[in-house]
């Protein structure tokens, strides 16, 4: 019985290297949203997909962060040429289609990213 | 814009205390108000939520009501457990994106 997916749990990389972050949202979902935990910043909003319609792109950081999502499901998250300050944990969640409870969002184990 | 302001821990309680933390919020509109809970090595759960004015959310003993007239969402439980030792971030719902605020660290002794 699934919830949130989210692998690798554990990311150690180099800087200026890319990475890729992968979320499997519980099927039937059609919201999928990403955020990130870091120490300094909280919880932070990155960017909302709902079913076929545009993104909202308007937490993600800079150019380097870009996330897509293939056939309304699994969405990979990339980070180009990573910083140190890309440390964090990313959380990935999901929600029902309306008119159910659309506000209700449920979220995956994060990946921690680690940038050396 | 969206911003929620929630009690700054660290909080440190003993056993069957009362446990309080205040979340207050700014927001366009009607949000709906969550509270998340992050247990020691886990992922976000959902705690107890509200979707309008005057709702109550419970759940695990805990409860907040939504305050529209002070735009607050206070946590509360009448008896705390070792187990209720976690982070808890108070989050509004709005523009389809959730806020969170800072998140209390609550360490419940024996």
């Known amino acids: 019985g699934a919830g949130v997916s989210q692998s690798p749990s554990n990311k150690v990389t180099e800087k200026g290297k890319d990475v890729e972050l992968r979320c499997d949202p519980i099927s039937g979902h059609t919201a999928l949203y990403w955020y990130r935990q870091s120490l300094g910043q909280g919880l932070e909003f990155l960017i909302y997909f709902q079913g076929n319609s545009a993104p909202d792109k308007s937490g993600l950081p800079s150019d380097r962060f870009s996330a897509e999502r293939t056939g309304g499901s699994v969405s990979t998250l990339t980070i180009q040429r990573t910083q140190q300050e890309d440390s964090a944990v990313y959380l990935c969640?999901?929600?029902?289609?309306?008119?159910?409870?659309?506000?209700?969002?449920?979220f995956g184990p994060g990946t921690r990213l680690t940038v050396l | 814009g969206n911003s929620v302001t929630q009690m700054e821990g660290p909080v440190t309680l003993s056993e069957e205390a009362f446990l309080t933390i205040n979340c207050t919020y700014t927001a366009t509109g009607y949000p709906s108000l969550f509270w998340y809970v992050q247990y020691p090595g886990e992922g976000l759960q959902l705690l107890l939520k509200a979707t309008k004015a005057d709702d109550k959310g419970s759940n695990k003993g805990f409860e907040a009501t939504y305050r529209k007239e002070t735009t607050s969402f206070h946590l509360e439980k009448g008896s705390v457990q070792v187990s209720d030792s976690a982070v808890y971030f108070c989050a509004l719902f709005n523009d389809y994106k959730l806020s969170f605020g800072a998140g209390t660290t609550v360490t419940v002794r024996a």
């Open positions: 969640a999901s929600s029902l289609p309306p008119p159910f409870s659309t506000d209700t969002q449920y």
